[in-house]
């Protein structure tokens, strides 16, 4: 069983929003740091954002920065990915992946446990 679950995504024009969502299944999200990644086509992946425990703290990319927002939502037991302002560049294949060790927010991907499958973001006239 895949322990995340990202929807949301796909088509927008420039300029449009999308939110983005990230389910748990088996487990609470609130106890955990949760990041948000993406990649695009022939790129390594990005860190955008993340978010601790309890939403004690959140971090982000500097070319996500003022258009995204991470937010926690434990009565629903998700974490979300606004996104607006997109732009082309925006496009690629969003991932949410979860910090077990509920450690400081990271944009390293390498500090991340387990990964959801992705869902594709498309920005395009």
């Known amino acids: 069983q895949v322990p995340l679950v990202e929807s949301g995504g796909g088509l927008v024009q420039p300029g449009g929003s999308l939110r983005l969502s990230c389910t748990a299944n088996g487990f609470s999200l609130t106890y955990y740091t949760i990041g948000w990644f993406r990649q695009a086509p022939g790129k390594e992946r990005e860190a955008i954002s993340c978010?601790?425990?309890?939403?004690?703290?959140?971090d982000y990319a500097d070319s996500v920065k003022d258009r995204f927002t991470i937010a926690g939502d434990n009565a629903k037991n998700a974490v979300y990915l606004q996104m607006n302002s997109l732009k082309p560049e925006d496009t690629a294949v969003y991932y949410c992946?979860?910090?077990?060790?509920?450690?400081?927010?990271?944009?390293?991907?390498?500090?991340?446990?387990?990964w959801g499958r992705g869902t594709q973001v498309t920005v395009s006239t």
């Open positions: 978010i601790t425990r309890n939403a004690g703290s959140t």
């Open positions: 992946a979860v910090r077990w060790d509920g450690a400081a927010c990271s944009m390293s991907a390498s500090d991340y446990n387990a």
